[in-house]
């Protein structure tokens, strides 16, 4: 794949060059409303107010890895990224077990909800749309249901990486996705949906306005959507008989920090790489370097075995040969919080922002409406003063939501080193 992906970096930044941009990356940091070398700032920036939450989450789960594995997690240098428990270190959420606090466990498993329960994947794509249904949103179009694909084909190879699709730009609104009884694939569905609604609410603008505020903001629709999804909104869809008490909070706190924290330096990587490949900063001669280079220097992490250039390792990752941009999902991972956190005022929640869920309030859906219709029709700084009062992409959210838990990081982690370098 190594070498069709330098001959196509060639040729995408040839039709780069021939719109008036520099390289393809320039193209791609030119959708932001605002000059590129401003929106590489605003990263640098985002990245700055979130990095001491990644060190504390590093840390700790560095600290519990070690005692398990020993000297091969070493104590105070890069985790062996095979031991995140995803192929791609981007989402740790699998080794909950061995790093979840003692006695603050939820009690609960969503994957042995849904598998007890026997939904299907439709079932699970309808409890999906109800959410979106209880905020005032109409129900999917019939064609959905009839056009989409939910399950691995058992006669031919399907790309199974899940995405959402409007066929018509209209309301031919469709996703794809080969959905198992699983957390992950439930929380998967909510984010797929939130493309279609979307989708849905910027219909009526005029052609060039039907899109997104910015690709962040598409990525964070539907996670938004997957925040409110409580142990308290469980029990209210009857999932489950009774909410765990406040002890448990530490515990579904790391559950979602696995998730959500875990994934933001992961989120900005990707195309730090991709910039410099496009830009000819780095060449074929030091793709697979340079890859690993960055995934020490965000994440943390290192390879098992050393990796020379005779792999290529960055075209694991379903976005790079399919040429999606990603620093969107590290956007999205911090617009979320910030939209939760507004939609929950809104939704009259008194409780922690990781217990509100918005479900049902048709106020909230109403606010989250007013932005979604405005499509790409005004800048995004437009789109998100109209849902949160402030123009400006603001960590504060996130930071103020996992505030607890990295209190309690920076206990356990107490007198051991914090960092890689
Ligand atoms: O690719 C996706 C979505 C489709 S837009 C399933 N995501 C990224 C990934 O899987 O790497 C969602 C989170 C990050
Ligand atoms: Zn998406």
């Known amino acids: 794949m190594k ?12 039709g780069a060059k021939e719109m008036g941009y520099a390289d393809s990356g320039a193209l791609w940091r030119a959708k932001y409303d605002m000059p590129p070398d401003e929106f590489t700032k ?51 959420s699998n080794i909950y077990p061995l790093v979840k606090p003692a006695n603050a466990d939820a009690g609960y498993s969503l994957t042995d909800i849904l598998k007890n329960r026997k939904m299907d994947a439709k079932d699970m794509v309808r409890t999906g749309e109800r959410f979106y249904t209880s905020l005032g949103f109409m129900p999917l179009p019939r064609t959905f249901w009839e056009r989409s694909l939910f399950t691995r084909p058992r006669d031919r190879e399907v790309v199974c990486h899940a995405s959402a699709w409007d066929v018509d730009n209209v ?97 900005l990587l990707i195309d730090q790489w991709r910039w410099k490949v496009f830009s000819g900063e780095i060449t074929p001669a030091n793709y697979n370097k340079a890859w690993w280079d960055l995934r020490l220097k965000y994440q943390g992490v290192g390879p098992v075995t050393a990796r020379g250039e005779d792999f290529f390792d960055p075209g694991a990752k379903y976005h790079v040969p399919a040429n999606v941009p990603y620093t969107r999902y590290f956007l999205a991972d911090i617009l979320q919080f910030q939209f939760h956190r507004e939609l929950s005022k809104i939704a009259g929640c008194k409780t922690p922002l990781h217990r509100c869920s918005i479900y049902d309030s048709k106020d909230a859906g109403m606010r989250l409406n007013a932005m979604l219709s405005l499509g790409l029709s005004h800048p995004w700084q437009d789109a998100l003063e109209t849902m949160t009062g402030s123009r400006q992409m603001d960590a504060t959210a996130i930071i103020d939501y996992f505030a607890p838990l990295k209190t309690w990081l920076d206990e356990q982690v107490k007198g051991k080193p914090v960092g890689w370098e």
């Open 3 to 14: 070498k069709d992906y330098s001959r196509f970096v060639e040729l995408s930044n040839k």
């Open 42 to 92: 605003e990263l640098d920036r985002l990245w700055d107010q979130v990095r001491p939450l990644y060190l504390s989450l590093h840390a700790y789960v560095r600290m519990k890895l070690h005692e398990k594995y020993g000297d091969v997690v070493p104590a105070n240098g890069p985790i062996p990224a095979h031991l995140l428990g995803n192929i791609w270190a981007q989402d740790w």
């Open 171 to 267: 309301d031919d609104l469709r996703i794809k996705m080969c959905i198992e009884p699983k957390a992950e694939d439930f929380t998967t569905i909510h984010h797929e949906l939130g493309h279609n609604f979307y989708q849905r609410a910027y219909n009526q603008l005029p052609f060039l306005f039907r899109d997104c505020a910015n690709d962040g903001f598409h990525e964070a629709i539907g996670d938004t959507i997957a925040l409110s999804v409580t142990p308290e909104y469980l029990v209210k869809i009857g999932f489950l008989d009774k909410a765990p008490d406040a002890s448990r909070d530490l515990g579904l706190l790391m559950s979602r920090a696995l998730e959500k924290v875990a994934f933001l330096p992961f989120g």
